[in-house]
């Protein structure tokens, strides 16, 4: 059983800058891909962006490349997602989730999920 812990949300204004961390017990972290997903009030958790097992691939959806980035420590058993440029429309709570020996956008296919992290950004 792994257990995911996210910090390093809040409020920021629109424009700055926030880094989650999510931390992994329970499991040899190195055998599962990781993502972070996001539930804004009202809508369904979409995909934001995940890393394979050894940081060697990522992906990202259309509407955060370039601004988020998405890293891996697993000597630390943690997983980042940097997040600059924030749009108001990031405001969301944030997910970590954890996917056995692979990695996807697939929400289902993720077995194990954090609490989530809110984060608000102002206009």
């Known amino acids: 059983q792994v257990q995911l812990v996210e910090v390093g949300g809040g409020l920021v204004e629109a424009g700055g800058s926030l880094r989650l961390s999510c931390a992994a017990s329970?499991?040899?972290?190195?055998?599962?891909?990781m993502g972070w997903f996001r539930q804004a009030p009202g809508k369904e958790r979409e995909f934001v962006a995940a890393i394979s097992w050894s940081g060697s691939s990522t992906y990202y959806v259309d509407s955060v490349k370039g601004r988020f980035t998405i890293s891996r420590d697993n000597a630390k058993n943690t997983v980042y997602l940097q997040m600059n440029s924030l749009k108001p429309e990031d405001t969301a709570v944030y997910y970590c989730?954890?996917?056995?020996?692979?990695?996807?956008?697939?929400?289902?296919?993720?077995?194990?999920w954090g609490q989530g992290t809110q984060v608000t950004v102002s206009s």
């Open positions: 989730a954890a996917q056995r020996d692979s990695y996807s956008a697939t929400r289902s296919r993720y077995d194990y």
């Open positions: 329970g499991g040899t972290f190195s055998f599962y891909g």
